[in-house]
């Protein structure tokens, strides 16, 4: 349970630390909108936060026994690189990509992706 409320807590802190440099960034040129401008650029960052949720879902899945625990990080790594490549070939056709190119870019946010955790791990 432990390592899905950390899962949560990096994603939510996340989001918060990206909206609110991304309004710094654009504060001068937007104004000074306040508090509600802040609120608004973190409210943004809302797709952050649903990307955790299924590898949240997964630890606390197995946290209260509903599946073993043992060997769990491994499927969560193998949902997320999927999602990965999914929502990289979604969001290319969404955009008008060819099919070839939105499965390129689908690949690369997966091994992007497969990167960031190895080196993640070599980290560590």
Not at 31 to 41: C, I, K, L, N
Not at 59 to 64: D, I, Q, S, V
Request: aromatic fraction near 8%; charge should be positive; charged fraction near 10%.
């Amino acid at each position: 349970m432990d390592d899905a409320v950390w899962v949560l807590f990096t994603a939510l802190a996340s989001a918060l630390a990206h909206g609110y440099a991304h309004q710094i960034a654009h504060r001068d040129a937007q104004g000074h909108p306040g508090v509600r401008g802040v609120v608004r650029a973190v409210l943004a960052e809302w797709p952050l936060v649903v990307a955790a949720l299924p590898t949240t879902l997964l630890l606390c899945g197995a946290g209260l026994g509903w599946w073993r625990s043992a060997g769990i990080e491994y499927v969560a790594f193998g949902i997320n690189t999927v999602l990965l490549l999914g929502w990289g070939l979604l969001a290319s056709r969404a955009a008008g990509r060819t099919w070839g190119r939105a499965v390129r870019i689908g690949g690369t946010d997966a091994l992007l992706g497969v990167a960031v955790a190895l080196v993640s791990t070599l980290l560590k």
